[in-house]
């Protein structure tokens, strides 16, 4: 084999990787697997597509080394194949971020919302949640808070929150996070705490851009 054959067959592989995440839905399904495992029905709904679909992009995704299975009775449930592949994500989108005006001014006009939270230090954040001064609520589906989360963080699942209210004080600050800044569970639920008379903002950051800063992450 010619050494430029070979050459050649080296880029081939790395673009493996490029192609099994040039889909947007594939990006979103390595995103909500770096919550935890999950269910590919799980996945499926989550991901707002069909079955059939959500079946097609995880075998790509799969035949990429991306993620792996593990079969429990009739269900086949997914995962990442390693914490890089939730940092290949994190750090496609900051490329993006830094590249492309479009998304960058979506991402600021979300960062400037009234939901947000001021800007404040991940450090301060994380001291005034474990000193009572703020309370800290993930508002992902048990499952992924399960799967890890904030320190002192409470699960409140968005689809109970508003039954849950009573569990929260009205005198304290409510902070809420979900699965990064693309996710809206947090907007939703500053949204509601907000109209039932708690001061609540929300944070960006999810479970894999805390733990990329080099955050504590509990289980």
Request: aromatic letters at 4%; a neutral charge.
């Amino acid at each position: 084999m010619k050494p430029t054959t070979t050459k050649s067959h080296l880029y081939e592989h790395v673009a493996r990787i490029g192609q099994a995440i040039s889909s947007p839905k594939r990006l979103e399904l390595i995103e909500l697997l770096a919550q935890g495992e999950k269910t590919v029905e799980l996945l499926a709904g989550q991901a707002g597509i069909d079955m059939r679909l959500a079946s097609a992009h995880l075998r790509a995704l799969r035949e990429a080394r991306l993620v792996e299975t593990r079969r429990e009775g009739k269900f086949i449930h997914y995962r990442l194949s390693g914490p890089d592949v939730a940092q290949l994500w994190l750090n496609v989108r900051e490329v993006a971020e830094e590249h492309l005006v479009e998304l960058r001014v979506a991402l600021d006009r979300m960062a400037t919302a009234p939901n947000a939270l001021s800007s404040e230090s991940r450090d301060s954040l994380l001291a005034k949640a474990r000193s009572g001064d703020i309370v800290v609520i993930d508002v992902r589906p048990e499952t992924e808070f399960a799967a890890g989360h904030f320190p002192c963080a409470r699960s409140m699942p968005l689809a109970e929150l508003e039954k849950r209210l009573a569990d929260l004080p009205v005198d304290k600050e409510i902070v809420a996070y979900c699965r990064g800044p693309f996710c809206l569970m947090s907007d939703e639920a500053v949204q509601l705490l907000r109209q039932r008379g708690y001061t609540a903002h929300k944070i960006t950051d999810g479970v894999i851009e805390w733990r990329a800063n080099g955050l504590p992450i509990e289980n």
